[in-house]
Every structure is written in C-alpha cells, then in structure tokens.
C-alpha cells in the first residue's frame, strides 16, 4: 500500500485499539471531525460505525494493533467494504510527541493515528490477507508458550520429587524425562519399589511399547535397575510420591503431544504464507524459529531480513547526501 491509494478516501476512521473498547476519531478530507468517540470492542458496534462513514464516501480504517486484540476490527472493517492500514507503534509515538499535551488518553493516540492517516498516509503500512497467517501464528505460537511453560514446571516437579525419594534413578531418568518411553515407564511403575518388583526385562518391554525404535531400551532398563540397587532405604513419604510421580508423567506426556499437534499447526500455517521458503531456507531456521520470526519481526521486514542473511551484508537506509 502507498500513498497513492489514499487520494480517494473520504474519510479516514481511526480506532485507538482497547481490549474491552477502542476510541474511534474520523477526520474528514479536509481535517473536520466527523467522530470521536469511545465504542465496544463489538461487531454490531463498529458495523453501525462503519456504515454510518461510508455513507461520506470512501472509508479507510486505521489501526495501532492489526492482531490480536485488533483482530476483530479490522475483520469488520474489510467486511463492510472500507480500506485498511496500521500505523505502526513507533511513528504513532513519534507524531504523538509533536502534538499539543503531554497526557496520554486514547482520544488523543485516535486523533494522532487519524491525523496521520489523513496528512502522512505514506507513515501506514498495509494489512494484506497475509496478516491474518500471521495473527493465527501469533495466537497458536502463544498458546505453545503456555504449553511450554507448563510442560517445563510439570518436569521440574517431576526431577524435583525423583531427587528427594531416590536421587541415583533420577541421575538416570532425569536428563531423558521427556522421552516418551520414559514417560510411559513412569506412568506404569511410579516409584522406585515398582520398578524394582517389575525388573530390568519388564522396564525394558514397557519403554519399547511406548517407542518401538528406541534401541537403547533394554541399556536404560540396565541403568534404572543398577540406579535402583544404589539405594537399600525407603525415604519417608515414597508411597505418595510415587502416585504423584505417575500423575505428572501423565501431565507431562500430555503438555508434549498438545505441543506436537501445535507445531503441526504451526508449520501448516507457515507454509501458508509466501514469505515461508525465504524463511525456512536460512540456516538453523525450522518450522518454530520461522514461525516465531514471522510473527514476531512482520511481513514488512522478513525479507529484508532473508536478504542480509543471503548477501551478509547490514540493511542500512538511504541518507540524503551533503555538501
């Protein structure tokens, strides 16, 4: 989108992005105001807005945050036939530090953004339909941080009731607790006594059901019974961990499939967005990391970013020369 797709609009609709409710300011061509007011963050309320613009003409909705919380906006927007733009966070502070005031108010940050649109149109960028990838990317990639947040609490629970009722099995299983043939183990035989009673033949079966590759079962069933002999004493308090043992293997075998699921979601998503090969054809770049790059950088700058890894050389602007 350049500044020349803006010589048309009739007026340009600035929505100050709210989690509950957004500030709407419209200025019309010639800089009167047409709207301001605050608005929820509704499709019924922002429809009866929009088509009451467009009966001036032309409509170009501006927003400061095209996803997330700005999602539904600028989905309502393109659905009642008005253009789309963001302006981006930094110029939104820079223009707002040159208008009069010094408070922040979300009426104030809707007529900077509207003022802009109307004066400085090539300060917007454009929501392409590319956007939207992103916004689902943005969404799935934090729900995968919750996932990961939780599958790392969930075994740090784990190693940490491993080391206070057998420290040498958790030497062992510790470093491997996400495997999930150690996991399925762990589910099976909780504590140190089940294990025991199961014996190095029966550990080793239950690991190769839950992972039938795995080639070194029958040495890590080796190593838990040879861990399990270290120890002749029962610590206070091994029955009930051993129960709990078992109910955070099952947590965290979960927390690691919905993992799974997700970054199969993931990479269909990123695969989907034309930016994906460029992306995924950087070095150390995989599915996650390309993801995460996308969502995180923007659209606008991932091939500049592809272009500085491909040539290595820095992006540096241009600089108008002097005398």
Do not use: W
Not at 63 to 85: F, K, N
Not at 285 to 291: E, I, K, Q, S
């Amino acid at each position: 989108m350049t500044s020349n797709d803006f010589t048309s609009i009739d007026v340009f609709c600035a929505l100050d992005i709210g989690k509950s409710a957004h500030h709407g300011t419209a200025l019309l061509a010639d800089g009167r105001t047409t709207f301001d007011k605050a608005l929820p963050n509704g499709e019924p309320q922002l429809r009866e807005l929009f088509a009451r613009l467009k009966r001036k003409g032309k409509v170009l909705v501006v927003v400061d945050q095209p996803a997330s919380i700005g999602t539904l906006a600028v989905t309502v927007a393109r659905a009642c036939g008005c253009e789309v733009a963001y302006l981006p966070g930094l110029s939104m502070r820079r223009l707002a530090d040159l208008h009069p005031g010094t408070g922040k108010t979300d009426a104030r940050d809707a007529y900077v953004i509207a003022d802009a649109a109307r004066t400085m149109p090539h300060l917007l960028h454009s929501i392409d339909p590319d956007e939207s990838v992103r916004a689902e990317l943005t969404m799935v990639l934090g729900h995968d941080d919750d996932l990961a947040q939780d599958a790392t609490r969930t075994s740090n629970r784990l190693r940490g009731l491993l080391t206070s009722i057998h420290p040498a099995l958790e030497r062992v299983l510790g470093p491997r607790l996400r495997h999930p043939a150690v996991l399925a183990l762990l589910q099976a035989y909780g504590s140190p006594a089940q294990l025991a009673q199961a014996g190095t033949e029966q550990i080793a079966q239950v690991m190769l059901q839950a992972a039938p590759r795995m080639r070194s079962a029958h040495t890590l069933a080796d190593q838990i019974t040879t861990a399990l002999a270290e120890q002749t004493v029962r610590v206070p308090g091994t029955g009930s961990a051993g129960e709990i043992v078992s109910g955070l293997a099952e947590a965290l075998a979960v927390l690691l499939k919905r993992r799974d699921i997700l970054e199969m979601r993931v990479a269909a998503l990123l695969e989907a967005h034309p930016l994906a090969k460029g992306l995924t054809s950087m070095p150390g770049v995989a599915v996650r990391t390309g993801a995460r790059i996308l969502a995180e950088v923007g659209g606008r700058r991932v091939d500049v970013l592809h272009a500085m890894l491909k040539h290595r050389t820095l992006y540096q602007p241009g600089h108008e020369q002097t005398a």
